[in-house]
């Protein structure tokens, strides 16, 4: 079988096809991405074909005229940026393909399959992306509305969104010559959709639509690669605290960097710094006579580094949830935008962390009291490691070969 995997977004959207991908071909199949240009390398680093999207994500989250926590300003750029890129691009990529996988804010890909007349699916990571009771739709901040409302919304917001992804999808579509959708999202919805997310971190709602699955969430395995400096910093003795925020983009990297540093050194720990998209730490790792207690980096694999210090500070994306989680280490929560702000709940439900603080919330004296939660409270620690011990047992990858698989093995019936 040949899969065309087709993620859109951050690395949170791209690993966890890496990890589909090296599943699919342990089994015998042939895996190729059409992927954000940023991240080819990577992806052929693996070993798998990969063509771009036409878009640099990292370029685009960093430039000057991104304001990314904009809902308006994010519809604008799926619209007149985004769907025009994937419509140039996705159909040409692996012509051969048997299935397609998108992921992440992908809309185009399910058109291309229907032309090619193959299967597609749905990859995401969160259940706030699957319309349930459970969840509101990402968007939403709060997650502590009834379950009638939770459903009132998704009712009112796929229609919202269809009418500004209708013109532009319709448009591409009409170039692949497929007729028009009413629902953009529906013609999603409608497919199948694979759940890649932790039974117990991040379950499926129990009403959730028909055309969704769970599989547990898809972990890549990766050899470790710690430099000797990193590995230095994290034998210190309190154990560092972790300070990173993934893909993210801060307004005031500068300020959020030194709001952090001094909460975790008024715990007297030493701090980690995961530099990321943001450059986190980059000032103080410059300066002069900054002291020895900050360890600023670009470099930094989860499942080596997190199981050696006190707590998690992050943004709360799926995969440093996941990370974290597996390693069995309290976690504090800093939601910038979207599922994050589900995954910042769900960490304080399960009681492996403090409850979640809004990004531009942070203070020093705020965040400070959260991590000393994080690291002192015996009741979240003892939780983090349980619940650590359980999703760290589990990897679905092969459920979702095997979910695939089926759905191949249909389509030609």
């Known amino acids: 079988m040949k899969v065309l995997l087709a993620p859109h977004g951050t690395r949170g959207d791209v690993q966890p096809m890496l990890a589909l991908a090296t599943a699919l071909r342990t089994r015998g199949h042939d895996a190729s991405f059409v992927a954000p240009s940023n991240f080819g390398d990577w992806i052929r680093a693996h070993g798998f074909p990969a063509e771009s999207d ?6 685009m989250l960093q430039s000057s005229g991104m304001h990314f926590d904009s809902l308006r300003w994010q519809m604008r750029y799926l619209t007149d940026v985004l769907m025009p890129a994937l419509f140039e691009h996705v159909p040409r990529a692996m012509p051969d393909a ?3 996988v998108g992921s992440g ?7 291309v399959a229907e032309q090619r007349e193959v299967p597609y699916a749905t990859a995401v990571f969160c259940p706030c992306a699957v319309p349930s009771s459970a969840t509101p739709p990402p968007p939403t901040r709060t997650q502590t509305l009834p379950r009638w409302l939770n459903r009132l919304l998704w009712s009112i917001g796929g229609p919202i969104a269809g009418l500004a992804l209708r013109r532009p999808m319709n448009a591409g579509r009409a170039k692949l010559g ?3 959708v009413d629902s953009p999202l529906g013609h999603l919805l409608g497919r199948r959709m694979l759940l890649a997310s932790d039974r117990d971190l991040g379950p499926i709602g129990d009403d959730a639509i028909e055309s969704a699955v769970a599989t547990d969430a898809w972990i890549l395995d990766e050899p470790p690669a710690l430099d000797p400096r990193l590995e230095r910093f994290l034998d210190r003795d309190p154990a560092p605290v972790y300070v990173g925020f993934g893909s993210m983009i801060a307004r005031d990297a500068a300020a959020l960097s030194d709001a952090a540093i001094a909460a975790v050194r008024a715990l007297g720990r030493p701090v980690l710094i995961a530099s990321g998209w943001a450059d986190l730490g980059r000032h103080v790792d410059a300066a002069p006579g900054s002291g020895d207690d900050v360890l600023v980096s670009d470099t930094m694999p989860h499942p080596e580094v997190f199981p050696r210090v006190a707590a998690v500070v992050h943004h709360g994306g799926a995969g440093t949830t996941t990370a974290a989680a597996r390693a069995g280490v309290a976690q504090v929560a800093l939601p910038h935008i979207l599922d994050q702000y589900y ?6 439900m399960l009681g492996i962390g403090p409850p979640g603080l809004p990004v531009e919330l942070v203070t020093a004296d705020i965040l400070s009291d959260r991590i000393d939660a994080a690291v002192s409270d015996d009741r979240i620690v003892r939780r983090a490691a349980e619940v650590g011990r359980a999703v760290a047992s589990r990897n679905g990858v092969n459920a979702a070969v095997d979910h695939l698989e089926r759905l191949a093995l249909h389509s030609e019936e």
């Open 98 to 100: 048997d299935l397609i």
């Open 105 to 111: 804010v992908q809309f185009v890909a399910a058109s």
């Open 343 to 348: 995954w910042a709940h769900r960490i304080e």
């Open 54 to 59: 036409g878009i640099d994500v990292a370029a």
């Open 178 to 180: 497929l007729p028009p």
